[in-house]
């Protein structure tokens, strides 16, 4: 069971709304608001390795709400995204239930969400540089030989997976796969609206001295077959961001993002299956700087 207290002592781990409930998946409740709508509530849940650990990061999801608004309002011109007309009070009437939720939830359209994460990458880090230094090859592309740890790449690449089922891991997938599961059209506007939004993301964060090494993206198609861009948007738990003023190649980088906590699990000896191991509470508290980080450097003016 959640805990459900005051942001900064313990965080949203659940969130309850007089609504009937979809879904909650690692970090978001799902809501059904009627025919044509979802409520999302964002938590402070973080999941790691695809496990939801047992210690919300307070605040985690107001973070993750504003940089996702941010991102839509900037990315309009590129893709429509899944955010309804509809205030939250019509969906959420009482003042009091709306008022612990508001600056977690969206209200959104229903679609049909699209089975890949949509990934790019700009730098060499994580899965990505693990199957470099493998095959040489990221996403089935060949790369330059004797590129190091996060080293820009020549020019961003799409690298979907799948969608894994919970408890399950993504399976990273190439071109070909991408086309059988989408078709072919579908597979080549999601791709190029990826590189799309990256590239105007990328340019606009490291302006403020951060780079987006890599981020994930996940659409869907609305009733006229069109391209949505839905879920969350260049946050710190779908990104890689890296200060720019202390980037070196040839290493792991600082992060104002999920990995911190993904290194502290590292060290642990845990086979990355449930449960998930609790987080001191100074892992807790570096987290919480981390995203609050990101939201003051990417939303800045």
Known sequence: MGVEGPEGVSGLSE?????????????????????????????????????????????????????????????????????????LASVVPDAAERARIAERAMVVRKLRPLPIEAIVRGYLAGSGWKAYRQTGRLGGVPLPAGLRESERLPEPLFTPSTKAEPG??????????????????????????????????????????????????????????????????LTPDSSRFWPADSYAPGRAQESFDKQYVRDYLETLSWDKRPPAPALPPEVVRRTVAKYEEALRRLTAP
Request: proline share 4%; hydrophobic share 45%; charged share 25%.
């Open 15 to 87: 969130s309850h709304v007089s609504l009937p409930l979809l879904h909650r998946g690692k970090v978001r409740d799902l809501y059904d608001a009627g025919p044509d709508t979802i409520l999302i509530v964002t938590t402070d849940r973080l999941s790691a390795f695809d496990c939801v650990l047992p210690d919300p990061i307070p605040g985690k999801g107001r973070i993750l709400n504003a940089i996702s608004r941010f991102w839509f309002a900037r990315s309009t011109g590129l893709v429509a995204n899944h955010l309804s007309e509809r205030p």
């Open 168 to 233: 399950a891991h993504d399976e990273n997938i190439e071109w070909a796969e991408a086309e059988r599961l989408l078709g072919r059209d579908v597979a080549r506007a999601v791709r190029d609206v990826s590189l799309a939004l990256y590239i105007q993301a990328a340019s606009h964060a490291r302006a403020r001295g951060v780079i987006i090494a890599d981020t994930k993206f996940e659409f869907a198609l609305d009733a006229d077959g069109s391209l949505v861009l839905i879920d969350e948007v």
